[in-house]
């Protein structure tokens, strides 16, 4: 029996960045659902519950911080989220380790570091 | 009816012409309409297109994913999908709006990605032949473009464009010769070179520090040295230049530095003159004392700066001659902590300070006879406290003399630093022993006899309690070795001191020559104070306990031994001098002692001076060895004079403190003492005067 694939969230407003990345995590055998914005986001979340959730730090209406703190605070879920930031933005990086973050990726954004870092946390659970 | 008047002007204006106005409304709107239909088409376009290479994104986005994450050991159903995309996309390409939006796509996400998918994405732009829309542009006859081609060429790493790229360094079109600077330098590692080589412009700060930016992360890149180009004739090649040499820290260049420092530029003087304090240019010293006085002031705060941090003590004569001389402020204060930095301390702040309240005894700003008078006077008052010997110091004096002392900066060429040093520690000794006087005065205020004359019974006197704690029989054995213990420490500072040669003893300082130098346990056999204490029945063999405050054991028992040492001719005789008023047996065997070791007048004068006191202690006979005599002026006199201290003499075994000039003598009747009271005091303040003047 195949085992069910992994639930991924990917909130990310590049569009081509986004395309990418969900190309290469569908290839490795996650089912991503793509978000653009804050909102989307927002009500993806809503439905339901992830087991895995990719968030650029900057995004429009829902910045990646709120999403960290919404998910832990509002929805009361300990579901692993990974945050993309850029370089040079570690004051972000920091509030949203402190606000229950679980790993952080820093853009220009690798594609196989992105797998493993994903994989771990997955394993962890 | 009466005609209206109507202006000449408006009978003489030129008829209006209606028509014309409506003509005019109709080609203004014409023109506005037209305007409207511009701006509608050109919006229209500029989305139509917006939706168009959107849409040719998303058709092309996936393909791009597809050939960057293709593996061969895919499925044959990918590896089939896979050249058949390849094929569609070649076909793709043939339209130029699609290499337009593919060009955008690889660059856009060039940026956002790294590691190995980037390097694909690199390889996927020159296997789709984009790069060569990039070369294109390159010979447009706008800059835009060109700029743009040299951009993409750079970005997407396409080696073979230096050669294309590298002509435009010069261009006389600002932004394409920065575009180009900076795609030279990050396509080879030798584009750093050609462009140091070449560069004829002015090259900006920002500019500097970006191609320094790119030179940092270049992997792999061994720096060029730096110094070939200090020769440069462009000002900015040999700035940039500089601050290379300082970043890779190639201290190779020092030869250049120097000469470097005598350039017309002040920018390349002060990065130069970075460069030598970073790198420790010792050689560059003389230089930069020679070129000192032909700088602006703010490279002569750097040059002292420098010499600062890497002068030493040749360097002070310099540094004092520039705060001596120069005029600026901020270079003279630059001097001062440059001078501070070689030796430390050597010029303290002194402006803006506040006085401290305990300094109103500053005794600089009267005469010692003023003083004098003044103590004297306020003893011989009854009922008036010492701090009125503090009041009367006033502020008003003080304030003269702090105008007259204003901190002057030039002191150090006027006085030796060391000299001035020295001042400033006696000066605190003796402010110090005068608090302590005074401190005891106050204390022993209870001690004045009803007509406020001073009391010697103030000194230090040991109670009952001390003196049996000290005489216990009961004392452990490891209370005896520690006493042992303490004794031997004072053997050897007795064999150091031995040791010490005058001119050390002259770097004594008071503090230290007034400080207990050990305690020793003391036969009572050899000592008529401890005799007179012994206690009965508790026998000889049980010493009494000295603490000896004096510098030497021979004269220990003579205030004056110790400040002889300090002394010159001068002050020494006045000593004599005093003496007489305050001495006793003690200062007798002193006397005989500088009889025995002096020469010339200072002898002369000791044996008059003894001479004199020896008559005098004999007219007024001191009953020191009289403990009854003891017991009954404490009594009378002093708040000690309870039975507690009768019962200490009769218990005996006391801890004596011997550094008193024995103004307290037991048995002098009233008079005498009073008479001594204020001779000591004034004698005292008279001779620290005069010792400090």
Redesign the interface.
Known sequence: MVPPKKQLLLAED????A??LN??LK?AGYEVLLASDGQEVKELLKKQIPDIIVSDIMMPYFSGIELIDFVRNDLKSQVPVIIISSAGNEQNVLSAFELGANDFIS???????LLVRVGRELNKN | MQAAIVPRYILNASPFYLEMTGYLTVGFALIAILLLFIVFQNRRSHSRKTKDTAAR?KTL??M???F??YENEGSKEDNVEYVEMKIGIREMLKDKGNRVVLAE?LM??Q????????ERLLALYTDLELHFDAFNKLSSWRWEIISQGILELSRMKVDKAYTFIRPFVNDRRSVIRKQAQIATVSLRKEGINYFLDTAKYAISEWQQLKLLDIIREKEDFTPPKFRLWLTSRNTDVVLFALRLVRFYKQTDANNALLRLLRHKNDQIKLEALECIKEFCVLESLEVLKEIYPDNKAEIKRTILDTIGFLGSEDEIPFLEKVIFEEKDFMVRSKAISSLNEIRPDSVLPEDHLKKPANEDLTVETETPEEIDDQVLVEIEEPGIELDTVEDSITEDHLEEEAVAEEPVLEMPVEIPIEAEEDLEIFDICLRESLDELILEARESEGLMNPRGILSLDFLPFISEEESSEQQNPDLSADEFEAIMHMETVYEILESQQADTSAEELEDIPLDTLLEPHGIALEDNRDHEAADVAEAPGKGVEEPGMVIDFSPEPAFHQSIFSELFLRCDMDSKLMLLDEMLAVGDEKELEYLDFLIAEEKGPLREKAIAVRKKLADLLESFPILAQDPEAIGENEVDESSFGDEKYEDAISAGGFLELNFEPGASAPGCNENAKEESADTVAGSIFNCLMKMMK
Do not use: M, W
């Open positions: 590049d569009e081509l960045l395309s990418l190309f290469r290839k853009k220009p954004v690798s594609p196989s570091e | 994104k986005a996936p791009v994913s597809t960057l994450f796509i856009d996400l940026k956002d990605i790294s590691g190995d998918a980037q």
